[in-house]
């Protein structure tokens, strides 16, 4: 059966500090990968999708990247966190085909001071 | 691109009596609907989806409804129980790569 792990659960960082949230998926191959940011009290919002390694896009401006080095590995990062960068980072992972659930990780949640 | 709406964005109900959320979503070419659970701290969760060939589909006490000439879906949870409490979520399909967009989420409380 497939699995999807995040690390760590937690976080608390201070502004202008880095970040690297890591995702990985097991029991599946060449899956589709997304990143997702939810803030307090609100919907889930789309940041990356990836179709196969090294293949990012990006749904919204910010100062978040992400890359896919490995077929099941999905990397969040950043070179200086912000205040608002704080919420709950799920990552999720699909088969390639449309029309299909997206399986979700357990979750990060990160807190900036 | 695809605008999902949803509402109420918090629902009461007393234990027993059913809960019904209604979504809209602006992309007609959207073909793929699905419904996730989420519990305070936890992963959202897949409850029940929907395709665009189909216009109902129930699953024990939930039951998803699709209108594509209106775009609207409703989820539909009979007889709730303490353990129905939680956010949910709709979402809608967006071009290929299986994306979603998703709904603002729905707080629902079932009172004992």
């Known amino acids: 059966s497939q699995t999807i792990h995040q690390w760590p659960a937690t976080l608390v960082q201070p502004v202008g500090s880095p970040l690297s949230l890591e995702c990985t998926v097991e029991?599946?191959?060449?899956?589709?990968l997304y990143w997702y940011r939810q803030a307090a009290g609100r919907g889930l919002q789309l940041l990356f999708y990836?179709?196969?390694?090294?293949?990012i896009s990006s749904e919204v401006p910010q100062n978040l990247s992400a890359s896919r080095p490995q077929d099941r590995q999905f990397i969040l990062s950043s070179k200086k966190l912000l205040l608002s960068d704080s919420g709950f980072y799920l990552c999720?992972?699909?088969?390639?085909?449309?029309?299909?659930?997206?399986?979700f990780g357990p979750g990060t949640r990160l807190t900036v001071l | 691109g695809e605008n999902v709406e949803q509402h109420p964005s918090t629902l009461s109900v007393q234990e027993g009596d059913s809960a019904v959320i209604k979504c809209t979503y602006s992309?007609?070419?959207?073909?793929?609907f699905p419904w996730y659970k989420q519990e305070l701290g936890k992963r959202p969760q897949l409850i029940i989806d929907?395709?665009?060939?189909?216009g109902e589909k129930k699953d024990q006490r939930i039951a998803v409804t699709l209108n594509k000439t209106a775009k609207h879906f409703s989820l539909h949870i009979t007889e709730t129980q303490p353990e129905d409490s939680a956010v949910y979520f709709c979402?809608?399909?967006?071009?290929?790569?299986?994306?979603?967009?998703f709904g603002k989420g729905n707080q629902v409380v079932v009172i004992p």
């Open positions: 929907i395709r665009s060939n189909v």
């Open positions: 992309d007609s070419a959207s073909n793929y």
């Open positions: 979402a809608a399909s967006i071009g290929g790569n299986n994306r979603l967009a």
């Open positions: 990836s179709v196969g390694i090294g293949q």
């Open positions: 029991g599946t191959s060449n899956p589709n």
């Open positions: 999720a992972w699909s088969v390639q085909s449309g029309g299909h659930e997206q399986f």
